[in-house]
Each structure stands twice: as structure tokens, then as C-alpha cells.
Nanobody, 112 residues
């Protein structure tokens, strides 16, 4: 059974950091383009970051450049999103996505 399971979300204050994890099972992520997207409250889904199958190229939404870092460990079948200097506009449910697969998401709330 193919699954993507996100974890690592939570409630943090502005300026804090969080590290999201995405555990894939039922298939190998090796060589597969992986993506993080998010859905802010009351808004549509927006792309956040992507990483090529070998990790050689990463891309980011402009508003998170310099603050977020996507990475992957193909041996562990994991993808990560390190989020630093969080601000309230980063509040959203974050989803791991690849091919036709989606996780159930992890909620990140940034609030003082």
C-alpha cells in the first residue's frame, strides 16, 4: 500500500523553526521528484518546494526562499522540509506529494 505520512508540525512562535518529515512506504522515492505543498486556512493549495530525484536541484516558492530547505534521504525513503524564521503567513497544512500520491498533511501554526 502506497503511503506518504507527514509529521513534525505544531504550534510555534514567530521566528521559530520546525522540521517536517515525509515518510514514504509502498514504493521507493529514489529517482522521483518530490514536492511539498501547503494550504493556508481558507485558501487554496500552494506549491512550496520541490527536489529532484537525486537531490541535485531544489526549488522554492519566493516567499520561503532563504528560510526553508528541502532535502531527502533516498535510503530511508524520507523527504524533509526544514523551516526557519517562521512567520504567521506560513501557517498552513503542509502536504508531501509525488506522482499521484498525497499525504494527509501536518498542521503548522505560527502565532504569538
Amino acid at each position: 500500500q502506497v503511503q506518504l505520512v507527514e509529521s513534525g508540525g505544531g504550534l510555534v512562535q514567530p521566528g521559530a523553526s520546525l522540521r517536517l518529515s515525509c515518510a514514504a512506504s509502498g514504493f521507493s522515492i529514489s529517482g522521483i521528484h518530490m514536492t511539498w505543498v501547503r494550504q493556508p486556512p481558507g485558501k487554496g493549495v500552494e506549491w512550496v518546494s520541490s527536489i529532484l530525484g537525486d537531490g541535485s536541484i531544489t526549488k522554492y516558492k519566493d516567499s520561503v526562499k532563504g528560510r526553508f530547505t528541502i532535502s531527502r534521504d533516498n535510503a530511508k525513503n524520507m523527504v524533509y522540509l526544514q523551516m526557519d524564521s517562521l512567520n504567521p503567513e506560513d501557517t498552513a497544512v503542509y502536504y508531501c506529494h509525488t506522482l499521484s500520491y498525497w499525504g494527509k498533511g501536518t498542521l503548522v501554526t505560527v502565532s504569538s
